[in-house]
């Protein structure tokens, strides 16, 4: 007997937004940063994440404000820069993943980091007024950090700061929101990843569910 | 003053690794089983996930010698497809996601699916033996299960079913084990997603860590 299941994917979302509405604690969040929670959630399969979730004030409105008005966006890894749903995208932003550029390993020797790290060195032309999502390497969090301790580097609009891990991942999310260079939002502790990283972007791009 | 953090990549990784052995309940995975679990605890940050992942009897060690024997590998989306890390593969093995053919979204209307499900009919060529990556959709386990049905289906040599949310996803792992219609790999309930089965597949291609 083949399985019955709902196969309709406009009723899955509705139904799985339902669920997490009804379970979640979402009354602390505003209307600009309450669906991107949402999504959070249901990329994660976890309610319970919104207890982690920290935006800085306007953060959410900050970064919709700069996907509509053309920001590109900046990735650490191709699991980020792959799962954005371009048709969300308000101005046909540009994705950009630098890890993958071949000068990447060298740089990184040279630096003495990671390539994740090295990687965001590329990221210069680009930065100014970009929308920054980190959903990988807590190096790549704390080298753009130190980069922006510069004054003469460009700022992005927003960061989305979610790596995932046992090294340093709730350290260089703990230092973003210290230090605050732009409006920023994290994943406190270790909880984080691509999956939740491309759903923020993607709650952020658009109002649609 | 710059923020100071470990920069060295296999350090990282084995402080990492070592903190997820000393925390996580390990002692009922086999030895092929256990390098899986704690690299899938690695990529979502969770300690506590273990209590969700089973394994079909044989399963991990099947699915090492398939990978060896230059299996393909099918994913369902392209954030589990571009997740895998090439160099860890023993047999240069074919990665394939079907999701953006440009016939699915024809063949889903025509089946009354999601586009998820519909790009498994595509798998058909290569699924004989080969290695099943699901870590987002339920819908396409549910469908993969009804193929499978099908005595004269080509049978994958092992399944990692690893959808996330809060519908189907649950009711779907569930089927994946009752059925079982090849050796398999769950995480149970609504945890799930492809950094998770990114994980199980780079675990199951290489023993280095």
Same mark, same amino acid.
């Given at each position: ?10 009723? !899955?979302?509705?139904?799985? %937004? ?10 602390? %969040? ?24 920290? %935006? ?66 590329? +990221? ?9 999502? !980190? ?6 969090? @704390? ?22 891990? @046992? ?39 658009? +109002?649609?569910?």
């Amino acid at each position: 007997m083949p399985h019955t299941y709902e196969k309709n994917g406009a009723a !899955i979302y509705k139904e799985s %937004f339902a669920t997490i509405r009804r379970e979640a604690e979402l009354e602390r %969040f505003t209307r600009d940063e309450e669906p991107v929670v949402v999504r959070m959630i249901h990329a994660l399969g976890m309610v319970g994440l919104e207890e982690h979730v920290q %935006f800085s004030d306007g953060m959410a409105s900050i970064a919709r404000k700069a996907l509509e008005d053309g920001a590109p966006i900046l990735c650490d890894v191709r699991m980020v820069s792959e799962g954005i749903t371009r048709p969300r995208l308000p101005a046909d932003n540009q994705i950009i993943c630098t890890l993958q550029d071949p000068r990447v390993p060298e740089m990184a020797k040279e630096m003495g980091n990671t390539r994740s790290a090295a990687a965001l060195e590329l +990221w210069r032309p680009q930065l100014d007024g970009a929308v920054v999502a !980190i959903g990988n390497a807590p190096t790549a969090l @704390f080298h753009l950090l130190n980069m922006l301790e510069d004054p003469n580097c460009p700022r992005p609009a927003a960061i989305i700061g979610c790596p995932v891990g @046992f090294v340093g991942a709730a350290e260089s999310k703990d230092a973003l929101m210290q230090d605050l260079p732009v409006p920023s939002m994290i994943c406190k502790g270790r909880l984080g990843g691509s999956a939740i990283t491309v759903a923020a972007v993607n709650a952020l791009a658009s +109002w649609k569910e």
